[in-house]
């Protein structure tokens, strides 16, 4: 069987390429809506579509950077106590029972949540209310915060089953 952190490689790689996109398409419709904006000048249906633009994109760009350090912190938090197993959350020791497929699950779903979220937030900034594009980024937020929570769930597991000994 191959080793936790086999398993977990490929969605941190999947985590990284969605997150650098999410914040680069974001910071480009940051730069495109403000330009947008001011040179708008007296066609205000343009001027809102800017303005809606900018205000997405400094949200997508506060919530992918705010999410990734909320997420780090209780990683932080929950391991800085010397109350874990050893290497928690990914590598813990002990190789019975469900302890590796616990980690591996957790492991891949908290960055494949992440680059859920740091791309949906990206495209619900650049499509409009109740457009195809914002719909899809809004499924892409939810579908990522989901996934976060379930990650979240097995770290918890691991915890229990590395302190009980399952």
């Known amino acids: 069987m191959p080793s936790v952190a086999d398993l977990i490689d490929p969605a941190f790689r999947l985590f990284t390429v969605a997150e650098l996109t999410a914040r680069y398409l974001s910071l480009t419709l940051l730069v495109i809506g403000l330009i947008g904006y001011f040179t708008a000048r007296t066609n205000s249906r343009r001027a809102v579509r800017y303005r809606g633009m900018i205000t997405g994109s400094a949200a997508a760009l ?10 780090d912190l209780v990683a932080f938090v929950m391991g800085g106590s010397g109350f874990l197993p050893p290497g928690w959350p990914y590598g813990s020791a002990g190789s019975a029972g469900l302890l ?4 591996a699950a957790s492991g891949m779903l908290s960055y494949i949540g992440l680059a859920c ?11 409009t209310p109740r457009g195809r594009t914002w719909t899809r980024g809004y499924h892409g937020i939810t579908w990522g915060l989901a996934m976060i929570g379930v990650s979240m ?3 918890l597991f691991t915890v229990i089953a590395g302190v009980f000994g399952i």
């Open 62 to 71: 506060v919530a992918i950077i705010g999410l990734s350090a909320f997420y």
């Open 100 to 103: 590796p497929i616990a980690q």
């Open 117 to 127: 979220f740091s791309l949906g937030a990206a495209l619900w900034a650049a499509g």
């Open 153 to 155: 769930g097995g770290l």
